[in-house]
């Protein structure tokens, strides 16, 4: 690879640490009154009082004071912290209070209920939780409690937010009191361990930790920086959490980089995210294409409000990618944001206005004042599917490396399996990207369809059950169940969703709708014919 992206950082950067609380750090000496970050415009609804800007000093001031407070806890450098808090300003400074405190962060989806949380305990065995007291109608602190309770591992329980559950900790407070800015600066210790993980899903396995390295993760922000040309003057309208690779390469290293305000948004609301678009003054945002057509169809785009300058499509799901929206006169830089396989994701210009960028074979080099930078090489690899399409390989400095006999570890010339299929098309340059049926791509997570299946087969009204999906421009994957009721049983979709919400199961696992079937159809291995089953509807 020509140029590593820590090259690549330096391009925008004086000398210093490359780590993203440095950064932090710098920045806040660098721009002390600038605005770093600002929350969604709908937060009293959400039961979190104001919404929150801080400048560069305030929020490097919080993540002392955060770091600090970590620190007496008695969490020592290398040890993990499970965080699972929405996309708010608690979120960064958390992430990089973490760090400073040599941490690291197993980032946890909003989504996720007491079997997820479990079974990620049980494969990062974190010392603390950290949550909100109550979010979207659920009490989200005392369920962490209630899984603290039951893991040795787990020594504390922490969150934001009013009215938290006897023993812990309120970190609003640590905050307001800040006592790392009035007592001292916390040095962070050099890394030994990753920074972050997160999760994904392989088949047959529901849930697969992905180590992530503190260079990695900047990797990924210096490509989208240097792919749109990100500069301290953009306001960055990031949609997505860190928990997954849309949310990493839109959000928080984008923003460290680029030195830019990070406005965050969440959860997904239209009225309330056209205004945040218009008040924030955000120069760039991405979002599934369908919604982005919406929005150029009431107005918004056009709108003498709008100063968006880079517009970008999110593919929802591997290889469903969209024309961009009509625009009229003037529009912004449009491009496209792929998520591959959880592991990271490819930021493409798109070449023109009407198609959708697609996926290069080999090195995506990214060309900025006649230096060419490459992130991610792409390779097709020898396993094959039911249609002869290979499996997508990944290697570069933003590819997480799994380990050794894993589900996403390195192989002899370093490259790692993504979950997904593709197959050369055109010139045999670009790559047409195509799903593992045994996957599903449903809101930014990905599923293991045989976790589905036996979720589903559980119920106790049903012989025998199986997922299937359908393609949802927006969602990715819409998920339907198609189930055997026993002789007499009467069918009911709310019943089977009272009994997963009974199991702690989280809702993006809920099937939209049942298919009565005679039989699942099976091959001779007893794997499900999920296009046999789509057959039928």
């Given at each position: 690879?020509?140029?590593l992206?820590?090259e690549?950082?330096?391009?925008t ?6 780590t ?5 750090r ?8 600038a ?9 009293p ?9 801080l400048t ?10 955060l770091?600090s ?12 912290i ?7 300003v608690?979120?960064?400074l ?5 760090w400073?405190?040599g941490?690291?962060?197993a980032a946890?989806?909003?989504?996720w209920?007491?079997m997820e ?14 949550g909100?007291s109550?979010f979207g109608?659920e009490?989200?602190?005392?369920k962490?409690?209630a899984?603290?309770s039951t ?9 934001f937010?009013p ?16 006592r790392?800015a009035?007592e001292?600066l ?22 697969v ?10 990797a990924?922000g210096?490509?989208?920086?240097l792919?749109l ?6 306001v960055i ?8 690779p ?10 460290l980089?680029?030195?830019a ?11 309330d995210f056209v ?10 945002t ?10 150029a169809k009431?107005?918004v ?6 100063r ?9 799901m ?8 009509p625009?009229?006169?003037a ?6 944001l792929?998520?591959?396989g959880d ?6 210009r798109r070449?023109?206005r009407?198609?959708p960028?697609?996926?290069?074979l080999?090195r ?26 290979s499996?997508?390989?990944l ?10 006999g ?9 490259f790692v ?12 340059r670009?790559?047409r ?6 996957l599903?791509h449903?809101?930014?997570?990905t ?9 589903y087969?559980?119920f106790t ?9 359908l393609?949802d421009p ?12 026993r ?7 709310e019943?089977l ?6 199991r ?5 696992k809920?099937?939209?709708?049942l298919?009565?079937v005679?039989?699942?159809p099976?091959d001779?291995g007893g794997?499900?014919?999920r ?6 509807v």
């Amino acid at each position: 690879m020509s140029t590593l992206p820590a090259e690549a950082i330096q391009r925008t950067e004086e000398s210093g640490p490359l780590t993203a609380e440095g950064l932090l750090r710098r920045r806040a000496r660098q721009r002390p009154g600038a605005t770093a970050l600002s929350d969604p415009p709908n937060l009293p609804a959400l039961g979190f009082g104001r919404p929150k800007s801080l400048t560069y000093r305030e929020a490097d001031d919080a993540v002392d004071a955060l770091a600090s407070f970590f620190i007496e806890l008695g969490l020592e450098p290398g040890d993990r912290i499970a965080v699972q808090l929405p996309n708010l300003v608690l979120q960064p400074l958390t992430l990089l209070a973490a760090w400073r405190a040599g941490l690291t962060v197993a980032a946890l989806p909003m989504l996720w209920r007491g079997m997820e949380i479990g079974q990620a305990c049980e494969a990062v065995e974190p010392k603390a939780l950290i949550g909100v007291s109550r979010f979207g109608g659920e009490n989200h602190a005392e369920k962490l409690c209630a899984i603290a309770s039951t893991r040795i591992s787990v020594r504390f329980v922490l969150g934001f937010g009013p009215d938290l559950p006897d023993g812990v900790v309120c970190l609003d407070e640590v905050i307001e009191a800040g006592r790392a800015a009035s007592e001292r600066l916390v040095e962070a210790p050099m890394r030994v361990t990753p920074a972050m993980v997160t999760f994904t899903a392989r088949a047959g396995a529901p849930v697969v930790p992905v180590f992530r390295r503190e260079d990695e993760l900047l990797a990924q922000g210096a490509l989208t920086v240097l792919a749109l040309s990100l500069d301290s003057s953009d306001v960055i309208l990031n949609p997505y959490p860190c928990t997954g690779p849309a949310g990493l390469s839109l959000g928080l290293m984008p923003w460290l980089i680029s030195g830019a305000t990070l406005a965050q948004h969440h959860p997904f609301d239209y009225l309330d995210f056209v205004q945040q678009l218009l008040t924030s003054g955000a120069t760039v945002t991405a979002l599934p294409a369908p919604i982005l057509a919406e929005l150029a169809k009431d107005g918004v785009l056009q709108g003498p409000d709008c100063r968006l300058r880079r517009l970008g499509a999110v593919w929802s799901m591997p290889g469903l990618a969209f024309p961009a929206p009509p625009f009229y006169g003037a529009a912004p830089l449009l491009f496209d944001l792929c998520p591959l396989g959880d592991l990271a994701s490819v930021v493409l210009r798109r070449e023109t206005r009407a198609n959708p960028a697609s996926l290069p074979l080999g090195r995506v080099r990214l060309e900025e004042d006649g230096d060419s930078a490459v992130f991610v090489e792409t390779k097709l690899g020898t396993r094959r599917d039911g249609a002869g399409d290979s499996e997508l390989l990944l290697r570069g400095p933003v590819v997480p490396r799994g380990p050794a006999g894993g589900p996403i570890a390195v192989d002899r010339e370093g490259f790692v399996a993504t979950g997904l299929y593709a197959a050369p098309e055109g010139d045999g340059r670009r790559l047409r990207l195509k799903r593992d049926v045994e996957l599903l791509h449903h809101g930014g997570f990905t599923v293991a369809a045989s976790e589905l299946d036996q979720l589903y087969q559980s119920f106790t009204g049903f012989l025998d059950a199986a997922c299937f999906v359908l393609p949802d421009p927006i969602v990715g994957d819409r998920i339907f169940a198609a189930v055997m009721p026993r002789p007499n049983e009467p069918i009911s979709l709310e019943a089977l969703h009272k009994f997963l919400k009974e199991r702690e199961v989280a809702s993006y696992k809920f099937p939209d709708k049942l298919l009565v079937v005679r039989q699942i159809p099976r091959d001779a291995g007893g794997r499900v014919l999920r296009e046999q089953i789509l057959k039928q509807v």
